[in-house]
């Protein structure tokens, strides 16, 4: 083209030539920058110098050089958009100017012409710009996964439109007359593409593998016959090299044997050339010549291989070794045949063997070569030498997946785990396999967490999607309509979805729904993933509308999801089920794919015909037949056959019959029976639930529905006049989370006593030695930085004590999670000189009406409890109670809103305290009257006043907000009111298994050790300090002191940091005797998260301070004391779960639940001056009377009730007058404390 520029003598066009001819070489000097691509501030000068010089060109009709300036400003802008790493998507300008001209020059340019060939380079560069390497040297993802490894999940049709267009470039430019090295490079450019576009290989080898010159061993050996007895010859070898090889090692060489089984070569192929192990490698030779024995001679393999299993000792150390050659053989026979192999032989050992050693040692990443081979080597083949381990671990990794799909094995994806975990971190940064290993990681513990696995296996998994989506992200060169993105974003949804419905955290919501209507709005009409992405959307919004409902905020407008809204014919929507019904049965049919394809499809099926039911459809067959699907998959569950979902799948099995009885079927007394049965069962399974997960928040998620159920079985045993069913019941669902952290303790001595030594050790080896680990609400999942799954040993664990899905109430979850029984209460309350248990149970709605709540009453000395009515105690329809609770989460709002101005805050609470008022009076009325009169009826006989009933209550549902000591009728007292407290001594227990084992524990004497006072670290409480001044000069002179005191010179004896207080309570390495906190504390949303505000270690944020229920609950340590201090909570909200009541999971049940004998916590947010008052009126009693706590507390509130209260002398100085205020008889300062733990009247022991 340089040549055909015409030279006149015109003196403009000679000016404008001239520098078109300076521009155009600066151009050359820029792109020959010998760093890559020149900056972009040195390219925009010049590429608008072009573009003038372009139309100058025009307008002097030089069209020549006009084409010259043309392409050379294509290849300008070119550089460009590549220097500013822009892709297709981008929508730049300059792109799409640089691809137009240059597919003009590729289109119209002499093939040999240095300025063409240089525009058709650029045009390469500009389809497949990830191809480039970055400044760095690395490659981009994108060409990683393309160049080296061919991946074809990040293959798009754009990407393969762009690949087309390049390989034809390509050819063009092999045609012109070029530098030898440069058609090297050339060709190899195009081997590259032309690899690209076919399909990448799941084989660890590559597909250029050449073909060994060795002859096969004879013509015979093809005959099946032949080849049936070389394998088998195979196998016996294979048997042999088990007990002389590693497990890493071994199963190394299992990977080659079954690409050779699966190869169909005939002859030996260089792939065992790769084992640098003589005698596996000639195994392996022999396996390339069975392709004859087809699956049928593998199985028989498989069978030999069984055999031998079978004959070895329990515990050979090749038993394990031995089981993958089985269990490897049979997969591989599936894979040539599918649906012909029975997996029910399969046998994994529960736990490999340590062979010692190191694993990348045995099973080195990267194949040993020549180094002077290397260079020699194109893109592929030189991946394959650096990747080699991660290309069989992979294979290796896919046999476990479809081991566990097929056996139902967890254990075999703990293996998978394993082998993709470990190799990633030993390999290059921008190793696209490093990235790949961990994309299957991921998909292997989300395969954990949705088939029965723990709450932490989905977080990990959670955390490692987000990992790579930032690296893909940050990375920027994978197209989002790729299916590897695709496939990684609604993983991650469906991930993000699970873990906000679970912990009621939705602030990443917003972000992810951004994030998916911009990946929808990139994708093509007609693609499959855009109906997958508008479902997720449509629940992501849903929910996200949920949860602003639920905190009072407008939730944004969502679009609509598509999809019918209802249907107005009944016959047509009859139709319709039936028709879905009939394809559900006709897969039903189809064979297994997986071990629970029939617990999946009969479930779906019996919940379709449920839903049904539910929705409206009162044909009588339709719910039998609900009935009788749901009872198969029961079986299956029992069979082990099922582990997602079964306590839903129970409950609703359990619901429909109680449906069938409610509309009088041909036998409800029978189906009520099937109610109990099939509940109890879920209770079970739940209860199994709640001990696989690890840490407090986990269990929560997991026992959320038991306190339902509870209520629900002892509302049955409640019709049917059963009382002692109903304790055992309601024990059953209440306070699983406080069980279940506390038995974990137990479980090392559990396993070394079963004759699990191994597996005790590795329990005690994981237990955490932080208990400070982040866990609370809102905390981020956990790295995925280890290659196991964190299930994984307490699966192992708990299964060897009797503990795994299907095994219903077994021995083993009634000895971790058992029930109180009525004997064991009754004795209890008789050693504590306690009146009465009394569990309070809310009404409920029932199918056939509804059932006001009751009162469940036992008495020491009695053999069966008694069940009280309470015919105005309903839920709903208990107004006060429903004002109470409104009004209560508006004052928390208001209080912990700093922008409210304190008028509203003052409305809000005067609003409280109304409501609090009349609760007060419907719990007397509704509650507390009936029972005080059940339980001493003799409160008002003449004569000697007897001593105060002492009395125990487990209020259930909603209830656990009310304060019942606080019940008053009007018309008696001092102040025109008379309250339960004044009646009784009443404390509180969130379950009576946990009011056991608190009575069962004895007092610490309050000198007996040392006493703590905490003043409030963050300064907030003026008069925090001098709370913990009077009580140390009036009860404790040697009690140290935490936190913040300003006015004195003393030096506090610690910050008051959560580690400081940790220290000091039941498992600490300091125990105290008492424990006094006057500090800030937040009942939250989600109870795990409730947490007291003390002070943050030095150099850490903020949030470090708080210590919350699930640090105190994970950081127990540790058998619980056979004596326990008493803790006492002076801060506000630190015995009120403002959700998920029947957990009961507070500060306070916490701190009893972990040792201490008597807690005092507070309900509500309280005043600190009144408080400050009150605190020091009980410790008074305490020290001075010689009172027990739960006596102590009523006497302080009995104090402040009395008009004519005499003053203390713990009472000095600001707290002397503020004794004095006239208001102090107020409910709402003195009725928020309550007591729980031991009720006993004894001061100690």
């Known amino acids: 083209m340089v040549s055909e520029v015409r030279r006149d003598d015109d003196a403009g066009s000679a000016a404008v030539r001239e520098e078109a001819f300076d521009a155009l070489g600066e151009a050359r000097r820029l792109l020959d920058h010998p760093d890559g691509w020149p900056p972009v501030e040195a390219l925009e000068p010049v590429i608008g110098r072009l573009t ?55 289109r119209n340019g002499p093939p040999t012409d240095l300025i063409v060939v240089q525009a058709r380079m650029m045009l390469v560069f500009l389809l497949a710009p990830w191809a480039l390497p970055r400044p760095d040297g690395r490659r981009t993802a994108l060409g990683e996964a393309l160049f080296a490894v061919a991946d074809r999940r990040v293959l798009t049709e754009t990407l393969r439109r762009d690949l087309t267009e390049a390989k034809d470039v390509v050819d063009r430019i092999a045609g012109a007359s070029l530098p030898p090295e440069i058609q090297q490079q050339t060709a190899r450019l195009k081997g590259d593409i032309e690899r690209m576009l076919g399909s990448g290989s799941a084989s660890p080898v590559p597909d250029e593998a050449p073909v060994s010159d060795e ?104 038993g394990a070794r031995v089981a993958r050659l089985h269990a490897y053989l049979l997969a591989t026979a599936e894979l040539l045949e599918p649906g012909s192999v029975d997996f029910g032989t399969v046998r994994r050992p529960t736990s490999e063997p340590d062979d010692g050693g190191n694993r990348l040692d045995d099973w080195p990443i990267s194949c040993p070569v020549e180094p002077g081979l290397v260079p020699h080597l194109d893109n592929y083949l030189r991946d394959f030498v650096a990747h080699l381990g991660m290309r069989e671990r992979r294979m290796a990794a896919s046999y476990d997946r479809l081991l566990a799909r097929r056996t139902g094995d967890h254990g075999y994806l703990e293996d998978a785990a394993t082998l993709l975990g470990e190799a990633p971190d030993a390999s290059a940064a921008d190793s696209w396999w490093a990235l790949a290993l961990r994309v299957e990681l991921t998909d292997v513990l ?14 990990f998994s959670l955390a490692a999607m987000r990992e790579l989506g930032a690296a893909l992200q940050n990375d920027g060169t994978l197209p989002l309509d790729a299916p ?65 409902r639920a905190t009072g905020r407008q939730a944004p407008e969502a679009p609509e999801a598509p999809g019918p809204v209802g249907t107005a014919d009944p016959v047509a929507e009859r139709a319709s089920l039936d028709r879905e019904v ?20 009969r479930s779906y099926l019996g919940l379709r015909l449920l839903v049904a039911v539910v929705g409206g459809d009162e044909d009588p067959a339709l719910l039998d037949e609900a009935i009788t699907e749901l009872t198969r998959v029961r079986a299956l569950i029992a069979e082990g056959r099922g582990v997602a979902q079964r306590v839903d799948i129970l409950t609703n099995l359990a619901e429909a019959h109680v449906i069938r009885a409610a509309r009088r079927g041909p ?189 469940l009453i036992l008495r020491p000395g009695a053999d069966r409890p008694t069940f009280l009515p309470l015919p105005e105690l309903t839920t709903p329809g208990s107004e006060p109670l429903e004002r109470y609770l409104d009004a209560a989460a508006e004052r928390s709002r208001a209080l912990a809103d700093p922008h409210m101005h304190a008028s509203w805050k003052a409305a809000y609470d005067a609003d409280w305290q109304v409501a609090l008022q009349e609760l007060c ?114 009860c404790y002179p040697d009690a140290l002191r935490y936190g913040e005191f300003i006015t004195t010179d003393v030096v506090p004896d610690a910050e008051g940091t959560p580690a400081d207080l940790l220290a000091v309570l039941p498992g600490g390495a300091s125990p105290a005797s008492v424990v006094h906190l006057s500090c800030h504390a937040l009942a939250a949303p989600r109870p795990t998260g409730s947490a007291l505000w003390l002070a943050a270690p030095p150099g850490a944020g903020p949030d470090a301070g708080r210590l919350t229920v699930a640090d105190i609950l994970d950081g127990a340590a540790g058998r619980r004391p056979d004596a326990g201090p008493l803790v006492v909570l002076s801060a506000c909200e630190t015995d009120l779960s403002t959700r998920h009541h029947d957990e009961a999971l507070t500060l306070a049940t916490v701190l009893v639940a972990g040792g201490a004998a008597d807690v005092v916590g507070s309900r509500w947010a309280v005043r600190d001056g009144p408080t400050a008052v009150m605190m020091a009126v009980f410790h008074h009693h305490l020290t001075a009377g010689g009172l027990a706590p739960p006596d102590a507390l009523r006497a302080a509130q009995l104090w402040m009730l009395n008009p004519h209260r005499e003053l203390p002398p713990t009472l000095a100085g600001p707290l ?20 729980q733990g031991n009720p006993a009247s004894t001061a100690t022991g």
């Open 215 to 318: 002859a096969p061993v004879s013509d015979e050996a093809h005959s099946p016959d032949d080849a049936h007895a070389v394998l088998l010859e195979t196998v016996r070898g294979l048997l042999a090299l088990a007990g002389a090889r590693s497990t890493p090692q071994f199963t190394r060489v299992l990977v080659w044997l079954t690409v050779e089984l699966q190869s169909g070569a005939g002859r030996p192929t260089a792939r065992s050339l790769y084992m640098a192990d003589p005698e596996a490698e000639v195994l392996l030779r022999q396996a390339s010549l069975c392709g004859a024995a087809g699956a049928e001679g593998i199985r028989r393999g498989a069978d030999l291989a069984l055999e031998a299993l079978c004959a070895l000792p329990p515990d050979a150390p090749e």
């Open 667 to 855: 036998r409800p007394d029978a189906d009520m029976r099937a109610f109990v049965e099939i509940t109890r069962e879920a209770l079970a399974e739940l209860a199994a639930d709640v001990l696989l997960q690890l840490g407090a928040d986990h269990g929560l998620s997991a026992a959320l529905n038991g306190s339902m159920l509870a209520r629900r079985l002892a509302l049955a045993d409640y019709r049917t006049g059963r009382p002692a069913d109903a304790v055992a019941d309601l024990e059953r669902g209440r306070a699983l989370v406080l069980q279940a952290a506390f038995a974990s303790l137990s479980i090392p001595e559990l396993l070394d006593a079963a004759g699990h030594p191994q597996l005790a050790r590795q329990w005690r080896a994981q237990v955490p030695t932080d208990p400070l680990r982040p866990t609370a609400e809102g905390a981020s999942p956990p790295t995925a930085s280890g290659p196991s799954i964190p299930s994984g040993l307490r699966r192992r664990a708990l299964a060897a004590l009797g503990v795994r899905p299907g095994a219903g109430e077994s021995p083993g979850i009634r000895h971790l999670v058992g029930a109180a029984e009525v004997a064991q209460l009754t004795a209890g309350l008789a050693a504590t000189g306690t009146e009465a248990l009394v569990y309070l149970v809310p009404g409920a709605p029932v199918a056939d009406g509804s059932m006001p709540g009751y009162a």
């Open 582 to 601: 009939a394809e559900l049965r006709r897969k039903l049919t189809e064979p297994e794919a997986h071990y629970e394809h029939e617990y999946d499809r």
């Open 52 to 106: 003038r010089i372009e139309a100058a060109l025009a307008e002097k009709d030089e069209v020549n050089l006009s084409h010259i300036v043309f392409v050379v400003l294509g290849i300008m802008f070119a550089a460009h958009s590549l220097t500013r790493r822009e892709g297709a998507s981008s929508g730049s300008e300059e792109r799409a100017q640089a691809l137009r001209r240059l597919r003009w020059a590729d």
């Open 484 to 548: 590897l993105v695709l496939d990684l974003a609604l993983s991650a949804a469906d991930g993000e979805l699970r873990h906000a419905r679970r912990t009621e955290n939705h602030e990443a919501l917003p972000h992810l729904i951004d994030k998916l209507r911009a990946l929808h709005a990139t994708l093509p009409a007609d693609s499959a993933a855009r109906e997958r992405l508008t479902e997720r959307l449509s629940r992501l919004e849903e929910l996200r509308a949920d949860g602003e």
């Open 921 to 1034: 009076e419907w719990a007397w009325k509704a509650v507390m009257g009936p029972v005080l009169s059940a339980v001493h009826p003799l409160l008002a006989a003449p004569g000697p006043p007897a001593p105060p009933p002492r009395i125990v209550l487990v209020p259930c549902g909603p209830l656990g907000v009310v304060p019942w000591h606080a019940a008053r009728i009007r018309g008696l007292g001092a102040h025109g009111h008379r309250y339960a407290c004044q009646e009784a001594v009443l404390s509180y227990a969130p379950s009576g298994t946990q009011f056991l084992a608190a009575a069962a524990r004895r007092r610490m004497p309050p000198a007996s050790g040392r006493q703590v006072l905490v003043a409030d670290p963050q300064l907030t409480l003026p008069w925090a300090e001098m709370e913990a001044a009077a009580l140390r000069a009036g």
């Open 1216 to 1235: 002397r007058r503020e004794a004095t205020r006239p208001d102090l008889h107020r409910v709402h300062h003195w009725a928020a404390f309550t007591h």
């Open 446 to 459: 989300e395969q954990a967490a949705s088939r029965g696995g723990s709450h932490h296996d989905a977080d």
